[in-house]
């Protein structure tokens, strides 16, 4: 039995060596070409500047140090801010972190940023659609470059324009009554309260009557669009780990997929009810356009995709660009007013001016006539500062052609074609050379600028400087500039204008992350609290959100 045993054992034996034998010189030839690879994603930015450049790891130890240095879940946008500082580096500095992500061109002087995204705009870089389009889709206009993003713009834009956004400010009244008296009832609790997640829930009501014509009512309710929103919002990939679990992949897709269904069945329902009668929402002047284009050159428009699923993939990008930089500008405002007493009684006293002392006809006045919302000056401009020293996000632009640029502290970089050029709007906003104390907060940079009309009809703010400093042209860019400035910078505007007008004189907004720290140490991920002098730092949360959703205890102003 031994002997046969050993027989049938053999041909065993004899494989498990000759697989030995062929794995070792396998794992060698693939260790040498991914040393290869790894090497010359190396040696291909040696020289140029930037921080402390490794052989082997590039530039992650100089970003593990920035950790040292900050808060571990600081945002992206705000460590390349700290990058720059801690190394003394100049307006144009490549990082280095293959293959967690590209190599990274940061853009941080004004002249230069111009050159990306003005003169003659650089296309979008394909990362944003590895990143995006499980949720966008993509047809989104955040994603499409060329012709097809230049008739997606066309398409959109008369629903964001001024004019018609004024017509919606009604809407943004209603829902903003239905915040306030949710403030209400956080007031009577005297318990610390995220605000931020509080202010994304009207925003998102907001959009949803302005693009969809669709109460959420995910102040007081649920809705199952809202609900598979937020769980999307949730996986998002970060961009600086590599995600290992599949199941994410599958999740992100079904709830997609939710959207996609909930937007179909209102659009399904629009034509066959009918556009809204009380109000054109968004997508009622989006099909009329569309109707248009097709009725006079059915040959011309450039998605085969079908309007239904260019709408569904839009409307999903309206929904999630469209909530977040107004909520999350509500909350710094408060935050940063409730630090800062002179402004706080300088906003007050505006609106005592403007709107008058009884409280209770607001809501009517600028119902009745939206437009006085646009001579809260002082407003506008603390909503502007805030939106400086917290900018939603940077610009991620792909090099279309080897590009050279010229820093002021170092020779001309050539950037090679394809590259990843990231427009440092943070790091610009926090530039001393462009504003003083670029860590404070000083609404009066923006109190006596002058206000631009862009071609569109959209306006925006022509900084007037502060301290007898007036930063250069294109130094502030919080929705960034030229021909892909965010398509809904004036609704943002507006609606946090009607929150702040609504809200400011009713309650009082006082942040308390000591007390927010203690009820939930387990958000304590650093021994670092602050980050630029200012405890409520970015991190990052599907965008550059505040730290821990802002928590806030909130009053009733006596």
Same mark, same amino acid.
């Given at each position: ?116 995204s003005q003169e003659k705009p650089f296309p979008k870089h394909p990362m944003i659609t590895r990143f995006m389009e499980p949720f966008t889709g993509l047809n989104s206009v955040l994603l499409a470059n060329g012709a097809q993003w230049k008739e997606l713009r066309s398409l959109f834009s008369p ?232 900018? !939603?996000? *940077? ?8 590009? @050279?640029?010229? &820093?002021? /502290?170092?020779? +001309?970089?050539? #950037? ?27 609404p009066e940079r923006f109190l006596n600028a002058s206000v631009a009309t862009l071609p569109d009809g959209r306006t925006e703010a022509v900084p007037a400087g502060w301290n007898g400093h007036v930063p250069p042209q294109d130094a502030y860019r919080p929705f960034e500039k030229g021909p892909r ?45 602050? !980050?630029? *002098? ?8 599907? @965008?550059?959100? &505040?730290? /821990?959703?802002? +928590?806030?205890? #909130?009053?009733?102003?006596?």
């Amino acid at each position: 039995m031994a002997v046969i045993s050993s027989i049938v054992e053999l041909p065993a034996v004899i494989g498990v060596q000759q697989i030995k034998d062929a794995w070792i010189p396998l794992l060698v030839a693939a260790v040498v070409v991914g040393l290869t690879v790894l090497l010359n994603q190396r040696f291909k930015i040696r020289g140029l500047p930037g921080p402390p450049h490794h052989l082997l790891l590039g530039s992650i130890p100089a970003i593990t140090d920035v950790a040292n240095h900050a808060p571990k879940d600081l945002h992206p946008q705000a460590q390349m801010t700290m990058l720059q500082r801690l190394h003394k580096l100049g307006d144009l500095f490549c990082v280095d972190t293959w293959p967690l992500m590209d190599q990274v061109y940061l853009v941080a002087n004004p002249y230069m940023a111009h050159q990306v995204s003005q003169e003659k705009p650089f296309p979008k870089h394909p990362m944003i659609t590895r990143f995006m389009e499980p949720f966008t889709g993509l047809n989104s206009v955040l994603l499409a470059n060329g012709a097809q993003w230049k008739e997606l713009r066309s398409l959109f834009s008369p629903g964001f324009s001024n004019a018609h956004l004024m017509t919606m400010v009604p809407v943004m009244v209603d829902k903003t009554e239905i915040f306030c008296d949710i403030l209400a009832q956080h007031a009577k609790k005297d318990v610390a309260v995220p605000i931020e997640p509080l202010a994304a829930k009207l925003t998102i009501d907001i959009i949803g009557i302005v693009v969809l014509g669709v109460d959420f009512n995910s102040q007081t309710g649920e809705d199952e669009l809202v609900n598979a929103f937020r769980k999307l919002l949730d996986l998002i990939p970060d961009g600086q780990s590599f995600e290992l679990n599949p199941l994410r992949s599958y999740r992100r897709k079904y709830y997609a997929s939710v959207m996609d269904n909930y937007i179909r069945r209102v659009l399904r329902a629009r034509s066959a009810n009918g556009a809204n009668n009380k109000f054109k929402t968004l997508m009622d002047i989006a099909i009329g356009r569309y109707e248009d284009l097709v009725k006079n050159d059915p040959k011309g428009s450039l998605f085969s995709c079908g309007f239904e699923q260019l709408a569904v993939d839009n409307l999903k990008t309206f929904v999630f660009a469209g909530h977040d930089t107004s909520s999350t500008t509500i909350s710094y405002v408060y935050h940063l007013l409730s630090r800062h007493p002179k402004a706080l009684a300088n906003v007050l006293a505006e609106h005592d001016e403007i709107l008058g002392k009884d409280l209770g006809k607001v809501p009517d006045m600028i119902r009745e006539n939206p437009a006085i919302i646009n001579k809260l000056a002082y407003t506008t401009a603390v909503i502007r500062e805030a939106l400086r020293l917290f900018p !939603a996000s *940077g610009s991620l632009r792909m090099a279309p052609e080897n590009t @050279t640029f010229h &820093p002021t /502290s170092s020779p +001309p970089v050539t #950037v090679p074609k394809s590259s990843l050029i990231w427009v440092g709007i943070h790091t610009i906003h926090h530039d001393a050379t462009f504003f003083p104390c670029p860590d404070e907060f000083h609404p009066e940079r923006f109190l006596n600028a002058s206000v631009a009309t862009l071609p569109d009809g959209r306006t925006e703010a022509v900084p007037a400087g502060w301290n007898g400093h007036v930063p250069p042209q294109d130094a502030y860019r919080p929705f960034e500039k030229g021909p892909r400035q965010c398509i809904g910078s004036e609704m943002a505007m507006i609606e946090i204008r009607v929150v702040l007008a609504m809200t400011m004189r009713l309650f009082t907004f006082d942040t308390a992350f000591d007390n927010w720290r203690k009820m939930h140490p387990e958000e304590n991920v650093s021994r670092f609290t602050h !980050a630029f *002098g200012d405890e409520a730092y970015q991190v990052f949360s599907s @965008t550059a959100k &505040p730290k /821990s959703g802002m +928590p806030m205890r #909130v009053g009733v102003r006596g």
